[in-house]
């Protein structure tokens, strides 16, 4: 079976992990719906690679909730960071009772080890789970609209990072961002589903908490 992260306990407000640097403890933080008007879902740094390629498993079209999961980082039980653990795409209030790898194109989980796992790269620090119809249009943008939408405008939140930005009128197609953990780096998506196979969740661990 290829590398799946503790999501069950990571998912969990309160949750609080430890390791020899201190603490982590695991806050939940609503951060708006993502709408998918083709029901299509990308996970990728929409300010590096816009164009990347949505995953094969598909949900139908519509409006979902999103969530941050923000570790505050503790160090004698003194808050000296937070940053984002995971971002969560929701599409169903069925809790998961087991775990995949979001794969996208010709990706093969037979092809992956124990340790290994298809992760999408990030070089701007920042992480979405949106639609293809408003990622096509951020690819047209020239650096000064995406300085002007997700750089200059940072606003002040407990979730690191996040921005909120609506790129397809028409469709409303919207990208959520957020920080990306520690910043650049390369992660994994997982699909939740419930006991009858029907998708719960997409999440993308950002790596912040210790196993």
């Given at each position: 079976?290829?590398?799946?992260?503790d999501?069950?306990?990571?998912?969990?407000?309160?949750?609080?992990?430890?390791?020899?640097?201190?603490?982590?403890?695991?806050?939940?933080?609503?951060?708006?719906d993502?709408v998918?008007?083709?029901?299509?879902?990308?996970?990728?740094d929409?300010l590096?690679?816009?164009?990347?390629?949505?995953?094969t498993?598909?949900?139908?079209p519509?409006r979902?909730?999103?969530?941050?999961?923000?570790a505050?980082v503790?160090?004698e039980d003194?808050?000296?960071?937070?940053?984002?653990?995971?971002?969560?795409l929701?599409?169903?209030?069925?809790?998961a009772?087991?775990?995949e790898?979001?794969?996208?194109g010709?990706?093969?989980?037979?092809?992956?080890?124990?340790?290994?796992?298809?992760?999408?790269?990030?070089?701007?620090?920042a992480?979405t789970?949106?639609?293809?119809?408003?990622?096509?249009?951020?690819?047209g943008?020239?650096?000064?609209?995406v300085?002007?939408?997700?750089?200059?405008?940072?606003?002040?939140?407990?979730?690191?990072?996040?921005?909120?930005?609506?790129?397809?009128?028409?469709?409303?197609?919207?990208?959520?961002?957020?920080?990306?953990?520690?910043?650049?780096?390369?992660?994994?998506?997982?699909?939740?589903?419930?006991?009858?196979?029907?998708?719960?969740?997409?999440?993308?661990?950002?790596?912040?908490?210790p196993?």
């Amino acid at each position: 079976m290829p590398y799946t992260p503790d999501l069950d306990r990571l998912l969990t407000s309160g949750a609080r992990f430890t390791d020899q640097h201190g603490a982590y403890l695991i806050e939940a933080h609503p951060v708006g719906d993502v709408v998918l008007p083709t029901g299509q879902v990308v996970g990728c740094d929409p300010l590096v690679c816009p164009e990347a390629e949505p995953f094969t498993v598909t949900v139908p079209p519509g409006r979902y909730a999103a969530r941050a999961w923000v570790a505050v980082v503790l160090r004698e039980d003194a808050e000296v960071d937070r940053r984002v653990a995971a971002f969560q795409l929701l599409v169903s209030d069925e809790p998961a009772t087991r775990w995949e790898p979001a794969v996208a194109g010709d990706q093969d989980v037979a092809t992956l080890g124990a340790d290994d796992y298809f992760g999408y790269g990030v070089d701007a620090g920042a992480g979405t789970l949106a639609d293809p119809t408003a990622l096509s249009v951020l690819e047209g943008w020239d650096y000064d609209q995406v300085e002007q939408v997700f750089i200059d405008r940072l606003p002040s939140s407990p979730v690191p990072g996040l921005i909120t930005a609506v790129l397809d009128e028409a469709s409303g197609a919207n990208v959520v961002t957020v920080a990306t953990g520690w910043g650049d780096g390369c992660y994994g998506t997982w699909i939740g589903r419930a006991d009858d196979g029907r998708v719960t969740s997409f999440v993308t661990d950002f790596m912040v908490v210790p196993e």
